[in-house]
């Protein structure tokens, strides 16, 4: 589905990424580990295309979209979302929803609200709250409800984990699994938490230093015995 051969980008003339290549295939759920530092928010907005692209070539279902802006991206059905800034805060949940749909006509959008609702009812009961008072999980729910209403074909999150406490944590990380089983979206995810995603992901690329460390299966690399040396970049394998 996605395709990145020979990627050289970062951002002005500080280069992050090096010689990367990077490949998902439809409905699969791939996870990007690594150290802080190793690139790895920087290859999801390389391939939505907010980095400086060196050299390289991006494919998106076998179109080469490496010269296109982000939004020309997005209405291809790529969807990214950031760590922070994924909602309009000062907007309550019905209309950041609204807002998400405004290009549909409005039979369309209310059931298209009523379906991502129903995947994460606790939303309902702060449907007129401002995104700005809810909490940190509440706001990814929100913001991966507000990706959904355009139903991509591939969703990109960076860290939606992150300052969420372990059981939330692995709610919504269960939410953001269950997305492709139930709408057969492509699921790209960063996150610090390597053994929970690697447990729920298909394939794993591990990056260190802006290259790659290793491009394989999920649960293979868990179980590797030289897992830690192999995250921190000691050993490759």
């Known amino acids: 589905m996605i395709k990145a051969k020979g990627i050289n980008a970062g951002y002005g003339r500080a280069q992050v990424l090096f010689n990367f290549d990077f490949e998902v295939s439809e409905r699969e759920k791939v996870a990007i580990i690594g150290p802080n530092g190793s690139g790895k928010s920087t290859l999801l907005k390389t391939l939505m295309g907010l980095t400086t692209l060196y050299s390289g070539v ?19 059905g790529l969807a990214y979302l950031p760590q922070v800034g994924s909602t309009f805060e000062d907007l309550t949940i019905t209309e950041n929803l609204r807002m998400a749909g405004y290009t549909m006509n409005k039979v369309d959008r209310s059931e298209r609200m009523e379906e991502v609702l129903d995947i994460f009812p606790i939303l309902k009961n702060y449907v ?15 913001a991966t409800s507000i990706a959904l209403m355009r139903r991509p074909k591939l969703m990109m999150f960076d860290e939606p984990t992150a300052n969420l406490a372990p059981n939330l944590a692995e709610e ?32 794993a690329y591990l990056l260190v230093n802006g290259r790659v460390n290793y491009a394989d299966d999920a649960r293979e690399l868990l ?14 394998v």
């Not at 007129?128 to 929100?142: A, D, H, T």
């Not at 919504?172 to 053994?195: M, P, S």
């Not at 179980?223 to 490759?236: V, Y």
């Open 58 to 76: 991006v494919e998106f279902d076998g179109k080469d979209i490496s010269k296109l802006e982000p939004y020309e991206r997005a209405n291809l």
């Open 128 to 142: 007129n709250e401002k995104s700005k008072v809810l909490s940190g999980g509440m706001r990814q729910m929100l």
């Open 172 to 203: 919504v990380l269960d939410k953001l699994i269950g997305i492709e089983e139930q709408f057969g979206i492509t699921i790209i995810l960063v996150e610090q938490n390597a053994t929970m995603v690697l447990e729920a992901c298909d394939k």
């Open 223 to 236: 179980d590797n015995p030289r897992f830690g040396q192999i995250f921190l970049g000691i050993e490759t």
